[in-house]
């Protein structure tokens, strides 16, 4: 896994931790350590790239270095053969000249003496020459042989920073393992106390229904729960001040808890009045859903699928005041309200 993944998966873990998790704490602690690997890990990454960039450039440094020695050796050897091309040539002219120049004549001498300093000035710039490029060569050569010294370091250096980085890594995974791992659990946990919420919830529905009977009333069949985990009871026909008694049932939730469109249609938004921010749900079923109390909506007036969010639990409308929840009630065909307590106790 590179870097970039760690930091990546990382980001997404952290989107999947519940807000007030069962040890926190711990998770916390968790987090600190996947960062703080990270963080070791991206240094040592940072250091094994500088060793590989160092060894790059001695190596083109070598490689500039050996094609000019090479160059300067084929101009050694040029001046060389040049130098020892002088002196066969400067031996032969100094046994010939005799014959040329009549050495008892003043001009002849001058004249002979002048050939000779000429030969001796162009023998001495082929040597010097062959001197100077001798000793640029030598210099070339130490130098070459300093570049490869600093090129075993740097091999020696990228291999101590290549051992660390993958040290780094595996530590940095090992934390990221770690911290999945406790998401897992914690995820795990959740869903157990959720089931746990929700058969606690069937049980006190099956007690609040104990003592009434609901053979022969109407169940919607084929919906879902309208607010999943909600806390409620039959409060059907109990008094109420603005409409005198109570159509619907109560679904009890924190603020902001999801609604769900109970089947397919239409979701009509509305607001004001009693209801607050609410919505009527015309189910492809044929019935008709009201949601009253809205905190917000879930978008517009829309075809809905079913279990889609339509709005949030919240108190508006003569709800004002009082405990977030959800005033739900069930209209077959459209017609007048029935009880929907054994809908909703049915599918939540």
Not at 15 to 34: F, H, K, Q
Request: a negative charge.
């Amino acid at each position: 896994m590179t870097i970039a993944a760690v930091v990546t998966a990382m980001a997404v873990l952290g989107a999947l931790v519940p807000a007030t998790p069962v040890g926190a704490e711990e998770i916390d602690d968790l987090r600190t350590a996947v960062a703080s690997a990270q963080q070791v890990a991206t240094a040592a990454t940072e250091r094994y790239m500088d060793a590989v960039n160092r060894l790059e450039a001695i190596e083109v440094e070598i490689a500039a270095a050996e094609s000019a020695i090479a160059l300067n050796k084929e101009t050694v050897a040029r001046l060389s053969d040049l130098a020892r091309d002088r002196a066969v040539t400067a031996y032969v002219q100094r046994g010939a000249d005799r014959g040329v120049f009549d050495l008892q004549r003043p001009l002849d001498r001058i004249r002979r003496t002048k050939m000779l300093e000429q030969a001796n000035a162009e023998d001495n710039a082929a040597v010097a020459r062959l001197d100077a490029a001798t000793a640029e060569l030598a210099d070339q050569e130490r130098a070459l042989r300093t570049l490869r010294a600093d090129a075993r370091a740097s091999r020696d250096r990228l291999a101590v920073e290549q051992a660390q980085l993958d040290e780094q890594v595996k530590a940095a995974q090992a934390a990221l393992a770690a911290f999945e791992e406790r998401i897992r659990r914690e995820e795990a946990a959740r869903q157990e106390r959720e089931r746990a919420l929700l058969a606690a919830q069937q049980a006190a529905n099956k007690k609040s229904a104990a003592g009434k009977d609901y053979s022969g009333a109407y169940v919607s069949t084929g919906i879902v729960c309208p607010l999943p985990g909600a806390s409620f009871i039959d409060s059907w026909g109990f008094p109420r001040a603005t409409t005198g008694w109570h159509q619907g049932v109560d679904l009890m939730a924190p603020r902001g808890t999801p609604n769900r469109a109970v089947v397919s249609g239409r979701a009509q938004m509305m607001s004001g009045g009693t209801s607050g921010l609410g919505a009527f749900l015309y189910g492809d079923d044929g019935n008709l859903y009201y949601y009253f109390h809205f905190d917000s909506y879930e978008g517009g007036s829309r075809q809905v699928a079913q279990g889609e969010v339509i709005g949030y639990t919240g108190n508006t409308g003569d709800a004002s005041g009082g405990a977030t929840h959800t005033h739900f009630e069930v209209h077959p065909g459209g017609g007048p309200a029935v009880n929907p307590f054994p809908t909703v106790a049915a599918v939540c």
